[in-house]
């Protein structure tokens, strides 16, 4: 069974930074990570994905801010956050999934994680 844990969520103003990490368990298959985001009241959005293999895609919103990677050896899943904003706002899930291709669709990934909070304020 493939457990996820985030953590590294908190409170930050305009303009700073956060780095969540995703720990990893019960799996060693080459395998999609991917961080999502949903606000109250919005759909589950894909903020950022990388496979095993080391080939990463972010979405638009988050490209040139955030930056996704991972360490293979110690089963983790970071996202490095810089320049954040208020629309940054959400709960951030970490996802696993077992395609090839990177797609931030929530339907392409099997196991979830629990959430971690990050608000940003003006």
């Known amino acids: 069974q493939v457990q996820l844990v985030e953590f590294g969520g908190g409170s930050v103003q305009s303009g700073g930074s956060l780095r969540l990490s995703c720990a990893v368990s019960g799996t060693t298959r080459d395998r999609l990570m991917g961080w999502f985001r949903q606000a109250p009241g919005n759909e589950r959005e894909g903020v950022a994905a990388?496979?095993?293999?080391?080939?990463?895609t972010y979405a638009a919103s988050v490209k040139g801010r955030f930056t996704i990677s991972q360490n293979n050896a110690k089963n983790m899943v970071f996202l490095q956050m810089n320049g954040l904003k208020p629309d940054d706002t959400a709960m951030y899930y970490c996802a696993a999934g077992f395609k090839w291709w990177l797609l931030l669709h929530p339907s392409e990934y099997d196991y979830w994680g629990q959430g971690t909070q990050v608000t940003v304020s003006s």
């Open positions: 990388i496979h095993s293999d080391g080939r990463t």
